[in-house]
């Protein structure tokens, strides 16, 4: 599924590195988001979302290191707007991680899920994505301010995938 990076820091990272391995899909979050009905737009201009390490949602199929540190950390969800605007072309881009969204402020866990997944359905039409396809040598960086991406899973898991990332401290979201 296509999403944003790291969701807890409030100050995300917007740039990232990969070599080797499969495919990463990228979708074009302001495009998309420029795309949508006018009514999906106001619906979600001002929306905020609570992100935690995984959804109550998912708990019960999550991965269960995860679903530990979760209940453990007993930290708050951190509170990112759905929409961000981007701070240096005042541009808006539908920003949120499915899989890491306990709630869309004022839905239930289950309904900001199926709200999200009609939200990503829209956002992953071939017209706002590209894969990149890894050859040796190449360094691919997103302005994950306004893009989702999604690493791919269809490599021979048997051989080593060789990930470097780099992040740079970015700008609380707004």
């Known amino acids: 599924m296509a999403h944003r990076p790291r969701c807890r820091p409030s100050s995300p990272s ?25 009514d999906i737009r106001q619906k979600i201009d001002g929306a905020k979302t609570e992100n935690t390490l995984i ?14 540190a979760q209940v453990e ?13 981007h701070p240096e ?3 808006k881009a539908v920003w949120f ?6 709630t869309v402020m004022g839905m239930s866990p289950e309904e900001t899920q199926d709200f999200l997944q009609d939200l990503t359905d829209r956002i992953i039409q071939p017209a706002f994505c590209y894969a ?29 995938r060789r990930l470097y990332r780099m992040l740079v401290r970015g700008d609380r979201p707004y």
């Not at 190449?138 to 989702?148: G, H, N, T, V």
Request: aromatic letters at 6%; glycine letters at 8%; a positive charge.
């Open 89 to 91: 072309t005042g541009t």
């Open 55 to 68: 959804g109550t949602a998912r708990m019960k199929n999550g991965n269960p290191d995860v679903v530990k």
């Open 14 to 38: 917007w740039t990232r590195s990969r070599y080797k391995g499969s495919a990463t899909s990228v979708c074009n979050a302001r495009a998309a988001y420029e795309a949508l009905p006018e």
């Open 73 to 85: 950390s007993g930290r708050p969800p951190t509170v990112h707007s759905l929409v961000r605007t």
């Open 132 to 160: 990149h396809e890894y050859r040796k040598g190449d360094l691919l960086i997103l302005d994950d301010r306004a893009s989702l991406h999604k690493a791919g899973f269809d490599y021979d898991h048997s051989q080593h």
């Open 97 to 102: 991680h499915k899989g890491k969204t306990e």
